[in-house]
């Protein structure tokens, strides 16, 4: 059997920490570009919501957003109808960095499939679309207290 989680993590370590020293000089670090991602795209998303979208535990996400809001990248806003629930959203500084974010990510997914054809492109997709689908099964479920047995 083929070690590919190696590979993909090595991929993932790779990226994350090129993107973590080119944000650096944006006050982005410790992969926090990744919540501002998600919320710049998901304006009024909820901080689960986010966890879940990057695959985090909460105790992680709550850190990573509150030093996003303490840095002005993003702000928190009381939702309309339930005064229980923080809803997420860019500022004005937030928003100005997700560009170069965008950039980055693109330009990287560019190199990433350097002498792919479209058909190779669109088939790695699927693939690591299913290879996903079948780790968030797991992932839910030892998220939920349960072991897996292996």
Request: charged content about 35%.
């Amino acid at each position: 059997m083929r070690e590919i989680l190696r590979e993909i993590g090595m991929i993932a370590r790779a990226l994350d920490s090129i993107s973590n020293i080119e944000f650096k000089e944006y006050d982005l670090t410790k992969g926090q570009y990744l919540y501002l991602v998600r919320i710049c795209e998901n304006p009024g998303i909820i901080q689960e919501k986010v966890a879940e979208m990057i695959k985090v535990d909460r105790t992680t996400a709550a850190r990573a957003i509150k030093k996003l809001e303490m840095n002005g990248f993003i702000e928190k806003k009381e939702d309309e109808y339930n005064k229980k629930i923080k809803r997420l959203f860019p500022t004005e500084k937030g928003n100005q960095v997700y560009p170069f974010i965008k950039r980055e990510n693109d330009y990287s997914n560019m190199v990433a499939q350097e002498g792919f054809s479209e058909e190779d492109t669109e088939t790695i997709y699927n693939l690591l679309h299913r290879v996903r689908k079948n780790i968030e099964k797991d992932w839910e479920f030892v998220k939920k207290g349960n072991k897996r047995n292996y």
